[in-house]
């Protein structure tokens, strides 16, 4: 069986890989999708997810089709015609096809796999209906750095209205060709609409919103509707179709009911946005290698001798706790004794920038071990925090660098986190200097920081110097990039920054 998805994005370059790749988990084979000219990088983001996922990527104004006067409800019916008529015409493309915003998130109970939830429908079903399951603010005034449905836990009830929306997924073979009602509803020529649960669908009045309760027994639509009060103005902004107040954003609705499940994929998804962000950077250092060449004469340096240019510190709790890590997410394991000792938590500090520190961990032979913090978005390695000395310089804070800069917390067996406004017990660290590696080696004897030393010993540090370590090895070079750009004067950082565009929120 082979799924498609097909939708229309607008400057949704905070969330759009997360959507991607909820639903490529979710076994969706193809993404169809049409660009509204968005301005915030959205499409950069896409196309370097296209290296990884059958992505198609379609902008709307160099489409075929002539929108350039039409409002968002008229443009989305000319696309979605297009493209299900596309579809229609090869009746060996896709089996199933659903037409979903990029704020809507499938969510199944009863499966593991969308093929496998659509397999489950009665044989006659030519289209499931998928009800809303509208998500509330929860209390978010900023966007959050997490995915949506990590960041946003609490939603409606079953008796709030709006719920009694759906959206479709369709067999291409049974759609009514050329027909269109509306966004939440296709005319069928054969075979009958179902809910998740393979009942018969009680339309109201308008196709589209069912009457009575929805049905989320099998399957539902998280529909992150509102989010944040940040993106909910932009929402506005994109949508000038919209009359929209504040009054709208109603502070008390749709925070009924707390549900805290979706967030177990949030390790899944961030480690399938990873490796994305991580090609897209590499891509961005070959294309600034033109404008910055490789500069001759750098040798790497002694994997025998210590660095010169960097400190390594062990960093823990500073009541004797042990970081490590759970499904690849940054945690507090307990008291000392309690570690297993397959994982050591690090800060790496550059001796001309002593107040910066970057995280990275180790495993038990040495090798670097990536991790996700909660509430930290950068994703391909040694996220930056400043250091601040507390409790008369026995030991330090660690203050997120960007973001909403907060301190890192490890609560008690719970995940670390950079959620303090304020530095309290669980916000101060020890840190302990290591001359070697937990085996005894040297650190130039890793290949990262090796290639760092090398770098930190040249006479100037600029763009050239990084367009070098990306001609040895690109894709250390990304992972090393956040501390790398420390060493940059403001206007190379400015550049720097500019290149990498919708990519430097995950990086730096």
């Given at each position: 069986?082979?799924?498609?998805?097909?939708?229309?994005?607008?400057?949704?370059?905070?969330?759009?890989?997360y959507?991607?790749?909820?639903?490529?988990?979710?076994?969706?084979?193809?993404?169809?999708?049409?660009?509204?000219?968005?301005?915030?990088?959205?499409?950069d983001?896409?196309?370097?997810?296209?290296?990884?996922?059958?992505?198609?990527?379609?902008?709307?104004?160099?489409?075929?089709?002539?929108?350039?006067?039409?409002?968002?409800?008229?443009?989305?019916?000319?696309?979605?015609?297009?493209?299900?008529?596309?579809?229609?015409?090869?009746?060996?493309?896709?089996?199933?096809?659903?037409?979903?915003?990029?704020?809507?998130?499938?969510?199944?109970y009863?499966?593991?796999?969308?093929?496998?939830?659509?397999?489950?429908?009665?044989?006659?079903?030519?289209?499931?209906?998928l009800?809303?399951?509208?998500?509330?603010?929860?209390?978010?005034?900023?966007t959050?750095?997490l995915?949506?449905?990590?960041?946003?836990?609490?939603?409606?009830?079953?008796?709030?209205a709006?719920?009694?929306h759906?959206k479709?997924?369709?067999?291409?073979?049974?759609?009514?060709?050329?027909?269109w009602?509306?966004?939440?509803?296709?005319?069928?020529?054969?075979?009958?609409?179902?809910?998740?649960?393979?009942?018969p669908?009680a339309?109201?009045?308008?196709?589209?919103?069912?009457?009575?309760?929805?049905?989320?027994?099998?399957?539902?639509?998280?529909?992150?509707?509102?989010?944040?009060?940040?993106?909910?103005?932009?929402?506005?902004?994109?949508?000038?179709?919209?009359?929209?107040?504040?009054?709208?954003?109603?502070?008390?609705?749709?925070?009924?009911?707390?549900?805290?499940?979706?967030?177990?994929?949030?390790?899944?998804v961030?480690?399938w946005?990873?490796?994305?962000?991580?090609?897209?950077?590499?891509?961005?250092?070959?294309?600034?290698?033109?404008?910055h060449?490789?500069?001759?004469?750098?040798?790497?340096?002694?994997?025998?001798?210590?660095?010169?240019?960097?400190?390594?510190?062990?960093?823990?709790?500073?009541?004797?706790?042990?970081?490590?890590?759970?499904?690849?997410?940054?945690?507090?394991?307990?008291?000392?004794?309690?570690?297993?000792?397959?994982?050591?938590?690090?800060?790496?500090?550059?001796?001309?920038?002593?107040?910066?520190?970057?995280?990275?961990?180790?495993?038990?032979?040495?090798r670097?071990?990536?991790?996700?913090?909660?509430?930290?978005?950068?994703?391909?390695?040694?996220?930056?925090?400043?250091?601040?000395?507390?409790?008369?310089?026995?030991?330090?804070?660690?203050?997120?660098?960007?973001?909403?800069?907060?301190f890192?917390?490890?609560?008690p067996?719970?995940?670390?986190?950079?959620?303090?406004?304020?530095?309290?017990?669980?916000?101060?660290?020890?840190t302990?200097?290591?001359?070697?590696t937990?085996?005894?080696?040297?650190?130039?004897?890793?290949?990262?920081?090796?290639?760092?030393?090398?770098?930190?010993?040249?006479?100037?540090?600029?763009?050239?110097?990084?367009?070098?370590?990306?001609?040895?090895?690109?894709?250390?070079?990304v992972?090393?990039?956040?501390?790398?750009?420390?060493?940059?004067?403001?206007?190379?950082?400015?550049?720097?920054?500019?290149?990498?565009?919708?990519?430097?929120p995950?990086?730096?």
């Amino acid at each position: 069986m082979k799924t498609a998805l097909v939708g229309i994005v607008k400057n949704e370059a905070h969330d759009i890989l997360y959507w991607l790749a909820w639903h490529a988990l979710l076994g969706v084979d193809s993404f169809i999708l049409f660009d509204d000219d968005s301005d915030d990088g959205t499409r950069d983001l896409i196309t370097a997810a296209s290296l990884h996922w059958d992505v198609r990527l379609f902008h709307i104004r160099e489409h075929s089709l002539d929108l350039s006067s039409q409002d968002h409800a008229e443009r989305q019916r000319q696309v979605y015609l297009d493209a299900l008529s596309a579809i229609a015409m090869d009746e060996q493309s896709y089996d199933w096809v659903g037409f979903l915003d990029t704020d809507e998130y499938v969510r199944l109970y009863a499966h593991e796999t969308l093929p496998e939830f659509l397999e489950s429908l009665p044989a006659d079903a030519g289209a499931v209906a998928l009800h809303w399951q509208v998500y509330g603010h929860d209390n978010h005034i900023t966007t959050p750095s997490l995915p949506p449905f990590h960041s946003f836990s609490r939603h409606s009830t079953a008796g709030e209205a709006i719920n009694r929306h759906v959206k479709s997924f369709i067999r291409p073979h049974c759609w009514k060709k050329g027909q269109w009602v509306n966004v939440h509803y296709f005319a069928l020529a054969e075979g009958r609409y179902v809910t998740s649960s393979g009942a018969p669908v009680a339309w109201s009045a308008v196709p589209g919103i069912t009457v009575g309760y929805p049905d989320w027994a099998v399957a539902s639509l998280m529909h992150f509707q509102r989010r944040s009060l940040e993106q909910f103005v932009k929402r506005v902004l994109n949508r000038k179709d919209l009359q929209l107040t504040l009054s709208d954003h109603q502070l008390a609705q749709w925070n009924d009911i707390e549900d805290t499940v979706p967030r177990e994929k949030t390790s899944d998804v961030l480690r399938w946005v990873r490796p994305v962000i991580t090609a897209g950077a590499m891509t961005v250092l070959e294309e600034m290698r033109r404008q910055h060449p490789p500069i001759p004469g750098l040798t790497p340096p002694s994997t025998r001798q210590n660095p010169a240019g960097f400190r390594v510190f062990s960093l823990h709790p500073k009541d004797a706790r042990h970081p490590g890590l759970v499904n690849d997410l940054l945690q507090d394991l307990g008291s000392a004794e309690q570690q297993g000792g397959e994982f050591q938590l690090f800060l790496i500090q550059s001796l001309i920038h002593p107040e910066a520190a970057f995280l990275f961990g180790l495993d038990e032979k040495d090798r670097i071990r990536d991790f996700f913090i909660l509430h930290d978005g950068r994703l391909t390695g040694l996220p930056r925090y400043d250091i601040l000395p507390v409790i008369e310089q026995t030991a330090i804070a660690l203050r997120q660098h960007g973001g909403q800069k907060r301190f890192l917390c490890s609560p008690p067996t719970e995940p670390m986190a950079p959620d303090r406004q304020a530095v309290s017990l669980w916000e101060c660290f020890i840190t302990i200097p290591q001359e070697t590696t937990p085996s005894g080696a040297s650190w130039l004897s890793l290949s990262p920081f090796n290639l760092l030393e090398m770098a930190l010993g040249a006479p100037t540090f600029t763009l050239d110097t990084i367009s070098t370590l990306t001609a040895i090895d690109r894709e250390t070079t990304v992972w090393l990039l956040p501390l790398l750009a420390l060493h940059l004067q403001a206007p190379q950082y400015r550049e720097l920054h500019s290149h990498l565009g919708a990519l430097a929120p995950f990086i730096l």
